[in-house]
C-alpha cells in the first residue's frame, strides 16, 4: 500500500494551523499512525488509529480519516513542532510510511 | 520507561554482511503484545520497514528485502537482532529498532524507537 503524503514542504509561523494529508492506494481502515522526526533523533509516536493521542503528546494535536484519506493537524504551531512528520500504514503487509511533510519556519 | 539501543558495525564492505543488535532495556522482551522492529532511513530519506520478530520468535519481513534479511531474538539477554547478507551502497541508512504495540492481533504502532545507528556500506 502506497502512502502520498501531501505538501512534501510546508512553510508556516508560529501560532498557525497546519494540517497535513496522507492518500492511501487503498483502504486501510483506521490503522494509520503519524509520527514527528527532528533532524539525527528517531520518530516520536504522535497519533495512532487515525485519531489517538499518544500518551504525553501536547493535544495541539490531532487525527482524523478512515479508509484512504487522513489528515494530522496542529492547532497552534509552536517552535518545537518544526520537524518532518511521518504517515505509516500497519493494516497490510508490508508496513508502509509516507515520503514525509517538512514543516519549516 | 522501555529504552532501546541499536549496537554495532558502523562501516560495513560491499557483499559483506550487516549485523546489528538492539538492546531493550527497562521491561522484558518477553512480556507483552509486543513485535520488536527494525526500520531504516538512508540518508536524506524516507523510513522503511525491514521486519519484526515476536518474542516466540515469528518474523515477517519487508518482501524489498526479505531474500536477504533475518530478523532473531534472545529474550535471555533481552536483545534482538538484525542480519543484512550482501550489503551494496543502497544498504547505506540509519537502522533504528523499535517496540511494535499490538492489541489483540491487529498492529497499532511503533511507541518506543532506539536512537538510530549509521552503518555505512564503502569499500
Known amino acids: 500500500i502506497q502512502l502520498t503524503q501531501s505538501p512534501s514542504f510546508l512553510s508556516a509561523s508560529v501560532g498557525d494551523r497546519v494540517t497535513i494529508t496522507c492518500r492511501a492506494s487503498?483502504?486501510?481502515?483506521?490503522?494509520l499512525a503519524w509520527y514527528q522526526q527532528k533532524p539525527g533523533k528517531a520518530p516520536k509516536l504522535l497519533i495512532y488509529?487515525?485519531?489517538t493521542l499518544q500518551s504525553g503528546v501536547p493535544s495541539r494535536f490531532s487525527g482524523s480519516g478512515s479508509g484512504t484519506e487522513f489528515t494530522l493537524t496542529i492547532s497552534s504551531l509552536q517552535p518545537e513542532d518544526f520537524a518532518t512528520y511521518y504517515c505509516?500504514?500497519?493494516?497490510?503487509?508490508?508496513?508502509?510510511f509516507g515520503g514525509g511533510t517538512k514543516v519549516e519556519i | 520507561q522501555v529504552q532501546l539501543q541499536e549496537s554495532g558495525p558502523g562501516l560495513v564492505k560491499p557483499s559483506q554482511t550487516l549485523s546489528l543488535t538492539c538492546t531493550v532495556s527497562?521491561?522484558?522482551?518477553?512480556?507483552?503484545?509486543?513485535?520488536w522492529s527494525w526500520i531504516r532511513q538512508p540518508p536524506g530519506k524516507g523510513l522503511e520497514w525491514i521486519g519484526y520478530i515476536s518474542r516466540s520468535g515469528s518474523a515477517y519481513y519487508n518482501p524489498s528485502l526479505k531474500s536477504r534479511v533475518t530478523v532473531s531474538i534472545d529474550t535471555s539477554r533481552n536483545q534482538f537482532f538484525l542480519r543484512v547478507t550482501s550489503v551494496t551502497v543502497a544498504d547505506t541508512a540509519v537502522y533504528f529498532c523499535?517496540?511494535?504495540?499490538?492489541?489483540?492481533?491487529?498492529?497499532?504502532?511503533?511507541?518506543?524507537w532506539g536512537p538510530g545507528i549509521l552503518v555505512t556500506v564503502s569499500s
Open positions: 505509516q500504514q500497519v493494516n497490510n503487509y508490508p508496513l508502509t
Open positions: 488509529s487515525a485519531f
Open positions: 527497562g521491561d522484558s522482551i518477553s512480556s507483552g503484545d509486543y513485535y
Open positions: 523499535a517496540r511494535a504495540l499490538f492489541r489483540g492481533y491487529q498492529l497499532l504502532n511503533f511507541d518506543y
Open positions: 487503498q483502504g486501510i481502515r483506521s490503522y
